[in-house]
């Protein structure tokens, strides 16, 4: 089975068109991966890149990236909404296919290694790359910003995995680590009342005894006049979607509730599909094999998810060059 | 609502019956509260107690009994294959009913405010009143045991929370807090195939990414000739037996395996009889009163979980002096 990782670097520049174009060439139209997207947020003055493909050929592209950005941003005169400590901020390796989380931290090191090197830029590892505790949390690391890490890092406690014990003057610092893909997944449930809702995120969240990689709370949708259930789920291999929707349902019942659909925000990997699909085609004796055709994965998961707003482009591996649809 | 708590305090003596006869004997008959059981383990050389009522009688009598173990047991010649550390080893407080943990917590204490300065005896807080993570859990803070403890006890990491910082010549030390009721709770599974049970209860368990207070295993009953996920729920406020229950039947439903019946072992408290049948009732528009009475309560959790072997004795309130049955 191919590898394949999606990598979403954040770079502090949301403003300039034609600086962010620059920085975002460096992973454009490249062999072995693609650009998903690039969508810069004015009030944060911050862009969000998304690729995906072969673990190699990006990791390979990052250092040609960070150079971009160290040409172009400096972050004196950066403001924005979002909290900052580098040009680029941060660079998280999610595993999609063929690869465990392990390779990823393991590609993160690498990376961090290089750049550090090359540039002369302190680099912090952090989620599961994290070698300390108190740098599994991103906001943990980045808490005084670029102009707090100035001293912040002079701090034993702060001296970074890689490169040196102070800031690039322009660039500032970088995270890198690696992290399991994230499943946005809300449910409908036909009310206009919260309390369903929110007794049911209660049940169901990790924070206050649920499923460990769930995070839930009710939300109430204006156009549609109904509430949902919205999660995020942080490790769809150990709390897969089959399972948090059946759990919905089944707390539900209590309140006499009826679940109208289901939708899945953003992307998704193939392979938390193909998990749930198995909970439901197993016991009717059909298989569900990893290389399933994207429009009938979309078809099936929509059937047995109840998913609407929902087709194979939202299938992470189906924007890769050469897909087979 | 009465305030009732369960205590289970452990003494390191469990051959010897005229003794344990002698010391039980503070704990028998006494106002207030009621003698469950006294079940000594002669492997084991030690004998667990268990009281059940209201909270001020049971932590008024703690005193009179301890002093009773001071006199009876040197554990310079105690031998047994049970770690122990103290004449009386541990002594546990669990919420029951219309009592929350914390006030548990201000019982351990106060009761151990008292123990230590009557007796002059080093004691530990532990589990949800210790005061230091490291002595959350009884065998990190046994460990070296009476023996052991002599010299660990003057380490200032093990300063007893109460007490002076050497042992009792002949009690050695005591560990005193408070905790969830336990609950422990079985689901068969109709196969004598081990997978089911199995990966049933690592879906389940809160180490691998399950409902948090649950521990789960695979069991093969050889008399019974089939598997069953055997579990303990550590506080079933947060993880209700129902949940736990439906959550079983649904995951069941992959492997094309029947639920065929459940058991709750040792006693339960009403309380998450009461929770789990709100759950099934509820839609049915049925009220399920906190003092519905003993004999019904037991009728509808046999109907409602499946259970079997079990009746208004295992309900924990249905074993107080003057309950109603």
Redesign the interface.
Known sequence: MKKIIECVPNISEGRDQAKIDRIVAKLKDKPGFSLISAEPDKDYNRTVITVIGDPVAIADAIPDFVAEAIALIDLNRHTGEHPRMGAVDVIPFVPISGIEIEECVKIAEDVASIVSARFDIPVFLYAKAARRPERILLPDIRKGEFEGMKEKIKDPLWTPDFGPAEIHPTFGAVAIGARMPLVAFNVDLATAEEKPAKDISR?LR?S??????VQAGPAYLEQRGHYQVTMNIL?HT??PIY?IY??VK??A????VEITGCELVGLVPAAAIVESL??YR??EGKKTPEDMPFEELAQEAIKRLGLRDFDAKKIIEANLPGAVK
């Open positions: 049940y990790g206050s005894g649920g499923y460990q990689f490790d150990k709390n399972r059946e759990a089944m707390e019942k209590r309140f006499k198995r909970y197993q016991p």
